[in-house]
C-alpha cells in the first residue's frame, strides 16, 4: 500500500479537483442567457422511505428557484437507517441530468469507528468493509461520502466521530476509490483548542 499520508489543505485541493472533473463532467450545466448554472457539491437530503419522492421534489424545486443545475448528493456520517444512500438513490436516479449520490456515511464510517475503538482491523472487519465499498459503487454511486476523519458533535443526533486520516480503512478506501477513478468527500473538523463542552463547540464554529 502506498503512504498516501498528506495534509488538510492538500487534501481538500484534491477532493474538489477530483468532484470537478468525475462528478460534474457528465452533468451538462445547461445557460440560461449568459448565465451558466452551478452545482452544489455537497448536498444532504433528510427524510423517511414514505416522503423520499416529496424530499427530492422539494429539493429539486429549492434547486429551480436558485439557478442550481446539478447537484452530488451524500448522507450525513451517521450510523442510522436515515443515513444509508439506499433510501434516496432510486429516487435520484430518476434525474440522471440533475444528481449524483456518494454513499457509505452511514455504513463506512461505523465500521471505521469500531476499529477505532477495538484498537485494531480485524480481517473480517477489513473483508466486510472491501465488500461494503465496492456494493456502494455497484449501487451507481459516483464515491465514497460523506466520510470523516473528525466530525464534532454540535447538534444531539450528531454523535463525535475522529479516526486518524491515516487509519488503515481509510486508506484502503483510498485504493478502492483510485482503482475505481472515484471520489472520497472527506469531513474533518480542524480545532486549535480542546473544546469542552456542546455549547463551546458551537460557538467555536460559530466565529470560526
Known amino acids: 500500500m502506498q503512504d498516501r499520508r498528506i495534509n488538510g489543505t492538500g487534501h481538500l485541493v484534491v477532493f474538489l479537483a477530483g468532484v470537478l472533473t468525475l462528478v460534474l463532467a457528465p452533468l451538462k450545466l445547461a ?12 448536498v444532504h437530503i433528510d427524510g423517511l422511505p414514505n416522503t423520499v419522492h416529496d424530499s ?11 439557478g442550481m443545475r446539478a447537484a452530488v448528493v451524500m448522507m450525513v456520517p451517521r450510523p442510522t437507517p436515515r443515513s444509508n444512500y439506499s433510501l434516496f438513490a432510486s429516487e435520484l436516479k430518476r434525474y440522471p441530468d440533475r444528481f449524483r449520490f ?11 469507528q469500531r476499529a477505532v475503538q477495538i484498537g485494531a482491523v480485524p480481517p473480517m472487519l477489513r473483508q466486510r468493509f472491501t465488500r461494503a465499498a465496492r456494493r456502494i459503487l455497484d449501487d451507481g454511486a459516483v464515491g ?4 470523516t476523519a473528525q466530525h464534532l458533535s454540535l447538534v444531539p443526533e ?4 475522529a479516526c486518524a ?8 478506501l483510498a485504493d478502492i476509490a483510485s482503482e475505481a477513478g472515484v471520489v472520497i ?24
Do not use: C
Not at 456518494?102 to 471505521?112: F, K, S, V
Not at 465514497?144 to 466520510?147: A, N
Open 185 to 208: 468527500d472527506l469531513h474533518l473538523d480542524l480545532v486549535i483548542r480542546r473544546i469542552e463542552s456542546l455549547k463551546e463547540g458551537q460557538e467555536v464554529i460559530g466565529n470560526r
Open 158 to 161: 450528531q454523535p463525535y466521530e
Open 31 to 42: 445557460r440560461s442567457g449568459s448565465v451558466t448554472g452551478w452545482a452544489d457539491v455537497h
Open 102 to 112: 456518494l454513499g457509505g456515511g452511514g455504513i463506512l464510517n461505523p465500521m471505521i
Open 144 to 147: 465514497f461520502g460523506e466520510m
Open 165 to 172: 486520516p491515516d487509519h488503515p480503512l481509510l486508506l484502503l
Open 56 to 66: 427530492v421534489a422539494s429539493l429539486i424545486r429549492g434547486m429551480d428557484e436558485n
